[in-house]
């Protein structure tokens, strides 16, 4: 996918569920349709777990046309190359690494950085993310994202870490183009009804 559509697809599913758990490989198809059904559009499995590209690959192989699949805890050129080959829409790092983006822009997987201050974002985009991760969102809090609304509103922003599900529409309106939620939603007895109210 390019960058836009990636972005765009974002934009739309407006959350993006982060599977990280230890039988992430025996329950992803299950929790991928229980997402489907509260109206949940991008998913990132982390590639710090047993068996994560596996996941990405049946995932992707199983994707319908308005979903993405992508992985997160992506830290090495190496793991850029594997998601390449598996087929991964996106991937996502906790930290901004110059070199590992730059491979990522190089071969054409869009990699959202994690970045925490604005330079971080600006040399992230003048590098070729599409998109940056803030992280971590909730400690740094709604005023800091609107804040950078001003001279960065042209930055598409994931803000992840730290958020509940209930805050989701706040972060949206704050000027976030998705917000990212883990255990929220991927955790024991899966994503809680509320979920499909605010995706609504």
């Known amino acids: 996918m390019t960058d836009d559509s990636v972005i765009d697809a974002l934009r739309r599913s407006r959350v993006l569920a982060i599977l990280r758990r230890p039988d992430i490989a025996e329950v992803a198809d ?57 087929g991964a829409d996106f991937a996502v790092s906790p930290h901004l690494d110059e ?15 994690g970045v925490m201050t604005p330079s971080e974002m600006v040399r992230a985009v003048d590098m070729g993310a599409p998109a940056v991760k803030l992280f971590p969102a909730g400690p740094l809090g709604l005023h800091f994202l609107r804040a950078l609304q001003g001279p960065l509103g042209h930055v598409p922003i994931v803000a992840t870490g730290g958020i509940n599900v209930a805050d989701v529409p706040s972060w949206l309106d704050a000027g976030a183009a998705c917000v990212g939620l883990g255990s929220a939603l991927t955790g024991p007895g899966g ?3 509320s979920l499909a109210e605010v995706l609504r």
């Open 99 to 113: 070199v590992v983006l730059a491979h990522a822009v190089e071969v054409g997987l869009p990699l959202l950085p």
């Open 30 to 86: 299950d929790l991928l349709g229980v997402l489907r059904a509260h109206g949940v559009r991008a998913v990132e499995c982390t590639l710090d777990q047993p068996g994560a590209l596996d996941v990405v690959r049946r995932l992707r192989r199983d994707r319908r046309p308005d979903e993405l699949v992508g992985a997160g805890t992506v830290m090495t050129t190496e793991q850029v190359d594997d998601l390449v080959q598996a």
């Open 191 to 193: 994503p809680p009804a």
